[in-house]
T-cell receptor, first 112, second 114 residues
């Protein structure tokens, strides 16, 4: 069966510090991968999606970036965090065209 | 372009009462529709989905939804609410896009009163 992992589960970082969030998927090959953010009291915002290694699309301009160094690994990064980067970050995967996405447990990021 | 509208950001019901969460969508192609549930500080879990075929779809935890093309709706229902149903619910639509991206509604927070 397929599983998706995210770490860390929680993170508290000062403004201006770097960020690295990791997501890995097990039990599937060539998945589509996604990063979402949920700010407090708001819905889901798609940040990045990837259909293959080194094939990443950004949905919103921001100080975040994403990389996919391996088929089932997706990393969200920032060189300098802003207060507005606080939120709940969700990674997801899918393999089926027009199929559902499967979500990881999330990372709660607080920028102080 | 696709969009999803969930009427009511907050819905409150009594335990044992009917749950009705509304979802309307717009799509230029035949849609695939989904309902997800999110418990506090957790990821989203798929409740049910409509792809093709039977328009009444049954999901986990006693939930079901009916696809009504003429009304462009996909409302979620449960006959009798349980305290454990308190969570946030998201409706989503997918349709013919590279990368299998979903468009989500803004979410509805369901509160269940004892």
């Amino acid at each position: 069966s397929q599983t998706i992992h995210q770490w860390p589960a929680t993170l508290v970082q000062p403004v201006g510090s770097p960020l690295s969030l990791e997501c890995t998927v097990e039990g599937t090959s060539n998945p589509n991968l996604y990063w979402y953010r949920q700010a407090a009291g708001r819905g889901l915002q798609l940040l990045f999606y990837s259909i293959g290694i080194d094939q990443i699309s950004s949905e919103v301009p921001q100080n975040l970036s994403a990389s996919r160094p391996q088929d089932r690994q997706f990393i969200l990064s920032s060189k300098k965090l802003l207060l507005s980067d606080s939120g709940f970050y969700l990674c997801a995967w899918s393999v089926a065209y027009n199929g559902e996405q499967f979500f990881g447990p999330g990372t709660r990021l607080t920028v102080l | 372009a696709q969009s999803v509208t969930q009427l009511g950001s907050h819905v409150s019901v009594s335990e044992g009462a009917l749950v009705l969460l509304r979802c309307n969508y717009s799509s230029s192609v035949p849609p695939y529709l989904f309902w997800y549930v999110q418990y506090p500080n957790q990821g989203l879990q798929l409740l049910l989905k409509y792809t093709t075929g039977a328009t009444l779809v049954k999901g986990i935890n006693g939930f079901e939804a009916e696809f009504k093309k003429s009304e462009t709706s996909f409302h979620l229902t449960k006959p009798s609410a349980h305290m454990s149903d308190a969570a946030e619910y998201f409706c989503a639509v997918s349709g013919n896009n590279a990368g299998n991206m979903l468009t989500f509604g803004g979410g509805t927070r369901l509160m269940v009163k004892p």
